[in-house]
């Protein structure tokens, strides 16, 4: 991509971004409330702007505008993660299943190859962030590769939500071999067009990493933190 063709970000899209990394590292923890003077202040612009991205965040789960009183900060409700999850499950399995019908070329599949690569460096490495930035994409991907622009819309809507969840968990679970083992294989399946095998996979996955997430919610009462 050239120069010319980056758009700089709007005061709105730099608060957005701000407060949703703001919110991920803990520094506006769950159950806090916080004044639009104050975070405007922080993020060094006006009100307004800060005022566009709660309402943004607000409509992503992360956080709830109150008149008055200014945004607090939503909680990880286990809950709340178990309805996300089995919403996320029907719609990544279906992807996937969708991306093996189509049988993407080799070309189109480097960057799910790629994610799956890095999980594998980063777990050798132990960078759990690391690999969950990998985790990351390689959902991103599967979700594009499955060419449904409504499941695209939808799954986008909750990752933030299920992005957060994994940041407050992701270090007290066991090493995430068994996922990497899991993304293998469901590329193995999209690249050999075996839809029914890729769409298994996957749902006993985003089934697993549910019931995982949600206990160490329910274990650590992390949802309250």
């Known amino acids: 991509m050239t120069q010319t063709d980056t758009k700089p970000q709007s005061n709105t899209q730099r608060a957005i971004h701000a407060l949703r990394e703001m919110i991920f590292a803990g520094d506006l923890p769950a159950g806090s409330d916080h004044l639009e003077s104050e975070l405007a202040a922080h993020l060094g612009m006006s009100r307004t702007p800060v005022r566009e991205a709660a309402l943004t965040l607000e409509g992503q789960g992360l956080l709830e505008m109150r008149p008055r009183k200014g945004v607090r900060i939503l909680p990880v409700s286990p809950g709340d993660m178990r309805e996300i999850y089995d919403v996320l499950t029907e719609l990544e399995s279906l992807a ?48 594009r590769l499955g060419g449904n622009s409504r499941v695209q819309m939808v799954v986008a ?9 994994r940041s407050i968990t992701l270090h007290m679970r066991p090493p995430p071999s068994k996922s990497n083992e899991d993304h293998r294989l469901v590329y193995d399946a999209i690249k050999s067009g075996d839809a029914d095998q890729a769409h298994a996979i996957h749902r006993a996955h985003r089934q697993a990493a549910k019931d995982l997430i949600v206990a160490l919610l329910e274990k650590h009462k992390l949802s309250r933190i």
């Open 157 to 165: 809507m909750m990752s933030d939500q299920v992005r957060r969840a």
């Open 96 to 143: 996937a299943r969708l991306a093996a019908e189509r049988q993407p070329s080799k070309d189109e599949l480097v960057p799910l190859a790629k994610a799956i690569a890095d999980m594998d460096v980063a777990l050798a490495k132990s960078d759990l962030d690391g690999w969950a930035d990998a985790d990351e994409r390689f959902h991103t991907e599967l979700v």
